[in-house]
């Protein structure tokens, strides 16, 4: 009996492993009706160390020596098209050198725009142009706007 037994569970066993075989995968079955999603790639911000930033509330400019920098940032946008915020740009005057001058606080607005497939990821979108617009004052030299290019 006790072998009878052994047998029918080890063939109940069995047929309900082939029966789950058999049965496609719940997520590999799309109505015909169910409408595609398309993903839309994030659009990123690429920092120094080729960190992809979102929203990021510092950000370097000067990537070489950290003599630009932007804080205090306040995003008021962020798409794939552009994103727009309001912070304070940190400008050293390098007087009388780099290494022995002074930060400046000059209050901006921060434009990205021209977002590319990103090199590093390609899945990823990227800014690849950042302009400051000066508020207020603005560093010696410098007009009220400025544009960059960003790194990819």
Known sequence: MRRH???????????ALLAA??????????PASA????????????????HPEVRPTEFILACGDGNSRLSS?????WNSERAVATGINSVN????????????????????D??????KHPRLGHY???TLVY?????????PVVTYPLWN
């Not at 207020?136 to 007009?143: A, S, W």
């Open 5 to 15: 037994t052994a047998r029918t569970a080890l063939a109940l066993g069995a047929a």
């Open 21 to 30: 075989a058999a049965q496609p995968a719940a997520s590999s079955v799309t």
């Open 35 to 50: 409408p595609a999603v398309r993903q839309v790639p994030r659009t990123v911000l690429v920092d120094c160390l080729w």
């Open 73 to 77: 940032l306040h995003w008021r946008r």
């Open 93 to 112: 005057d390098c007087k009388p050198y780099c290494a022995a001058g002074r930060f400046h606080d000059y209050p901006v607005v921060v434009r990205l």
């Open 114 to 119: 021209r977002s590319q497939p990103w090199k």
């Open 128 to 130: 690849t142009r950042i």
């Open 135 to 143: 508020t207020d004052t603005r560093p010696e030299g410098f007009p």
